[in-house]
């Protein structure tokens, strides 16, 4: 169980062009869910958090105009981030956490790495 | 503020062997829980174990255990029997209000054969 998927895990962008990633809880409701940006050898870094039906919470020095971030039901969030230059090539992670359990663990996507040329 | 420090950027052990990977952290709460999550070359982030904090029992998951130490604020992480699989980043992260995470800049693994 607490599975999370994300799509696409590979996407390559022209600069100036916009691109969504989804992320799915599967088996389970996720009233929360979590963007991050990874860096190569670097660890996670927290861009926002997605609450179902409302607004993200952006952390500081993440452009919520650039990331935009839409969490319309219990099972699925997404990130688009538009007009993508080459420095916002990265590794785009997502996370949830079920509802259902008092732990306050995060179930992790596998993650989206994006290219922009 | 929440603070999550991993003071070994990188570790190696030999297969079958014994290895300890250190995390200290400083929150505001009161009760809390403690998570290890490893990211193998995949970069899938798996967790390894939990702690709460309001347990003075160490927390053991097979191979993998935790030595707590709430007034230190110290939470390490004992792989024993070292297997190859093990090779990966492992980051310690804790939890603050609003249930973000903190984790920790990661400690990277080699297992030797």
């Known amino acids: 169980g607490a599975v999370v998927s994300q799509h696409p895990s590979w996407v390559i962008c022209k600069s100036g062009t916009s691109v969504k990633i989804e992320c799915r809880s599967l088996?389970?409701?996720?009233?929360?869910m979590f963007w991050y940006r990874q860096f190569p050898k670097q660890s996670l870094m927290l861009m926002a958090t997605s609450n179902e039906g409302s607004k993200a919470t952006y952390e500081q020095g993440v452009e919520k105009d650039k990331f935009l971030i839409n969490h319309a039901s219990l099972t699925l969030s997404t990130l688009t981030v538009t007009s993508a230059h080459p420095e916002d090539s990265s590794f785009y992670i997502c996370?949830?956490?079920?509802?259902?359990?008092?732990?306050?663990?995060?179930?992790f996507g596998p993650g989206t790495r994006l290219t922009v040329t | 503020a929440q603070t999550v420090t991993q003071s070994q950027p990188e570790m190696s052990v030999q297969e079958a062997e014994t290895v300890t990977l250190s995390c200290t952290y400083d929150?505001?709460?009161?009760?809390?829980?403690l998570f290890w999550y490893k990211q193998p070359p995949s970069r899938q982030m798996i967790l390894v174990i939990r702690q709460e904090a309001y347990k003075q029992q160490n927390a053991t998951e097979n191979r993998f255990s935790v030595n707590f130490q709430k007034a230190a604020k110290s939470f390490s992480l004992k792989i024993s029997d070292s297997q190859l699989g093990d090779t990966a980043m492992y980051f310690c992260a804790v939890p603050v209000p609003g249930n973000q995470f903190y984790f920790g800049t990661g400690t990277s693994l080699t297992v030797i054969p």
């Open positions: 996370s949830a956490r079920d509802i259902q359990r008092k732990f306050f663990e995060q179930y």
């Open positions: 088996d389970f409701q996720a009233t929360t």
């Open positions: 929150t505001s709460e009161n009760n809390y829980y």
